[in-house]
Structure formats: C-alpha cells, structure tokens
T-cell receptor
Framework: DAKTTQPTSMDCAEGRAANLPCNHSTISGNEYVYWYRQIHSQGPQYIIHGLKNNETNEMASLIITEDRKSSTLILPHATLRDTAVYYCIVRGTNTGNQFYFGTGTSLTVIP | GAVVSQHPSWVICKSGTSVKIECRSLDFQATTMFWYRQFPKQSLMLMATSNEGSKATYEQGVEKDKFLINHASLTLSTLTVTSAHPEDSSFYIC????????????FGNGTRLTVT
C-alpha cells in the first residue's frame, strides 16, 4: 500500500474551515484514499473516502488532485469537538490489502 | 449503520494471567476483522487479521501464541492476551469492514489493558 505524508500538527480557529493535506505520490490506480480521526482514548472514526472524484458527506469534503498524488480533507466549519488526530490512509481493494496507519495530523481547534 | 462493539472498555489484570477481549459487528457481517494496538502518543499498529472460520494472519513481529485470535462467527472475533506482562499494557482496538472491496473499516472504542 502507498505511504502517506501528513503534517504533524495544525491549528484552526473555531468556525473556520480546516484544510488537512495528505501526500500520497506513489498511489496506484486501484487505491482509495480514506480519512479517519481519533479523539483521545477512543477508537478511530471513519470520515470519508474516495478514489478520484471529490466527495462530500455530512462530516467533511475530500478533494483529490487530478493526478491523485495528494488530497485535502476539509472540515467546513471547525468546532472544538473536531480537535483530534486525523489519519489519511491509502488502500487497494484487494482482500489482502490492509489499513496501515501513519502518524497523522494533530488538529487543534482554537476558540 | 456499521457499528462495531468492543468489550471490555478497560481491564486491569495481574502479570501472568490471560485476558480476553471481544469484538462484535452489530449490524453487518464481517468475514474479516482486524486487531490493532496503540501505545501512548503513537499511531495504531496492525497486529493481525482475523478470518472467520480460519486461522488469523499475524503481522511481522507479533507473537501468535501470545495473542490468540478466534473468529468463530461472522459477527464475533476475540483476542486473548495470554500470560500478560506489564509490557503488554496498551490500548487494543478492533475493527471490521463490509465485504465490498472499497468498504471502510469501522472501529470499536478500544480496550485499555493495564497489567500490574
């Protein structure tokens, strides 16, 4: 599975959009981009995933570049409860492909 | 939908004893479940893949005789930490996914194991 690179930490003002980048320059054609977040001492929470088109759900939007080498998770109006570690994972669809977590981005939403 | 339940949420045990952690998919069937471990201030590390009706597949460096995995049904996988030692103290998290190729993983809320 392709490796991902994320900034170690980011801050965002409450009410503003939080834009979390992820680089996955070695992604291959059948690999999806998944985003999770983990609030302290809880299991990771699934946010969104996509292959090549931009995706939006009630939690966030996922923007994937045309060459698929990077993506951005957008939380449109960050709240204090969005403070968490955000993980970007790239995974293929074969049964043997696993979800391997990198170090993620620690997002702090500031009042 | 896609709820994964994990039990217990925390456990304290004495060194040398064994501890069993249960993971259930509540509203979907999971042919495959996954067990992760997380030490403080670190990311999640995949320990093993639990396959219904067959042997688990362990990641490199994970002792299969120490971390026994049983996946007896499509909704239940268990992880038993045998002869636990203080260094096994960690946050153990299970997950499951649907059978469609790009289905996301859904995670339980984790089990905090403390071995004294």
């Amino acid at each position: 599975d392709a490796k991902t690179t994320q900034p170690t930490s980011m801050d965002c003002a409450e009410g503003r959009a939080a834009n979390l980048p992820c680089n996955h320059s070695t992604i291959s054609g059948n690999e999806y981009v998944y985003w999770y977040r983990q609030i302290h001492s809880q299991g990771p929470q699934y946010i969104i995933h996509g292959l090549k088109n931009n995706e939006t759900n009630e939690m966030a939007s996922l923007i994937i570049t045309e060459d698929r080498k990077s993506s951005t998770l957008i939380l449109p109006h960050a709240t204090l409860r969005d403070t968490a570690v955000y993980y970007c994972i790239v995974r293929g669809t074969n049964t043997g492909n696993q979800f391997y977590f990198g170090t993620g981005t620690s997002l702090t939403v500031i009042p | 939908g896609a709820v994964v339940s994990q039990h217990p949420s925390w456990v304290i045990c004495k060194s040398g004893t064994s501890v069993k952690i249960e993971c259930r998919s509540l509203d979907f069937q999971a042919t495959t479940m996954f067990w992760y471990r997380q030490f403080p201030k670190q990311s999640l590390m995949l320990m093993a893949t639990s396959n219904e009706g067959s042997k688990a597949t362990y990641e490199q460096g994970v002792e299969k005789d120490k971390f026994l995995i049983n996946h007896a049904s499509l909704t239940l996988s268990t992880l038993t930490v045998t002869s636990a030692h203080p260094e096994d103290s960690s946050f153990y998290i299970c997950s499951a996914r649907g059978d469609i190729g790009n289905s996301p993983l859904h995670f339980g809320n984790g089990t905090r194991l403390t071995v004294t």
